[in-house]
């Protein structure tokens, strides 16, 4: 299994740049907005709210494919990025009660400090184009930046299709608190769950693991993997991920690697919350 491109995409430390004032946010969304309508050829002087002209941006930004971003333009999106991680608030892993290196936390991922998150991708991995729709795929895209579909699209590129189900590849998080985004495709359950869909859950977990190890993480956050539109029942998909987890502690018990199962639905708390009890 190749799980990393070395060379192909920039790991090292994401500079974390200068917060914006609420004046200047405005200003930066007014700037992004009409340089995205422009590219799109379209006439950039129209009057909206802040909110409206906010969510213009993330949806042509969705559309977008990947294609060099002027350095102004990156400056200005890392800026109001970064400004919006801070004020959804920041949540570190010392804040997370742990039992034995695993633990439960229900929440917005975006808001996660930990080395790793996961994101639950599609097969093409440059993340989901459907303008301003609240997949995962599309909300850790839209708060992390362009340049991680330009990542995602450099990997697709070296490796010459498309991701496989099961399989890991590992970006920086750019403006999220993460230090880096872990991306996997999970099994799309047609008519009912198969041996084939457990394995390849089975895998996501494990690969995960595999990558955050290998690039020294020392925590990742896992959402819920494959339970969305891909269907994948969500008690069945829980006791997967934890087993996947429990197995993959025990054989590599020296690797001091932290879990956080990652949950925002009430229903997969309380599924979480019952198996990890047992455990």
């Not at 994401?14 to 907005?33: F, H, N, V, W």
């Not at 992390?144 to 189900?165: F, N, P, S, T, V």
Request: hydrophobic content about 40%.
């Amino acid at each position: 299994m190749n799980c990393r491109f070395d060379g192909v995409v920039d790991l090292s430390p994401y500079p974390r740049p200068e917060p914006l004032t609420e004046q200047e946010k405005g200003e930066a969304i007014d700037a992004i907005l009409k340089w995205l309508l422009r590219e799109r050829g379209m006439i950039a002087a129209f009057s909206a709210t802040v909110e409206k002209k906010r969510a213009l941006v993330r949806g042509y930004m969705n559309e977008r494919p990947a294609h060099p971003i002027p350095r102004e333009i990156i400056s200005l999106q890392d800026r109001l990025f970064w400004t919006e991680s801070l004020e959804r608030g920041i949540v570190s892993p010392e804040e997370i009660p742990d039992s034995d290196g695993i633990s439960l936390w229900q929440g917005d991922i975006r808001r996660l400090s930990t080395d790793g998150i996961v994101n639950a991708a599609n097969k093409g991995l440059l993340g989901c184009f459907l303008p301003n729709h609240n997949c995962i795929d599309n909300v850790i895209h839209s708060a992390a930046g362009m340049q991680l579909r330009d990542d995602c699209a450099k990997i697709i590129a070296a490796q010459g299709h498309e991701e496989d189900c099961g399989d890991c590849k590992i970006t920086r998080a750019y403006n999220l608190p993460a230090k880096y985004v872990l991306h996997t495709v999970g099994p799309m359950v047609r008519r009912e769950v198969t041996e084939e869909d457990r394995a390849m859950l089975r895998s996501c977990y494990t690969s995960c693991l595999d990558v955050a190890a290998e690039a020294g993480l020392g925590s990742v956050a896992f959402c819920c993997i494959s339970t969305g539109v891909f269907s994948f029942p969500q008690a069945e998909a829980a006791e997967i991920a934890a087993g996947a987890v429990m197995r993959w502690k025990m054989r590599h018990g020296d690797a001091g690697l932290r879990v956080i199962f990652n949950t925002y639905l009430d229903s997969d708390t309380a599924i979480y919350r019952n198996i990890l009890k047992h455990l």
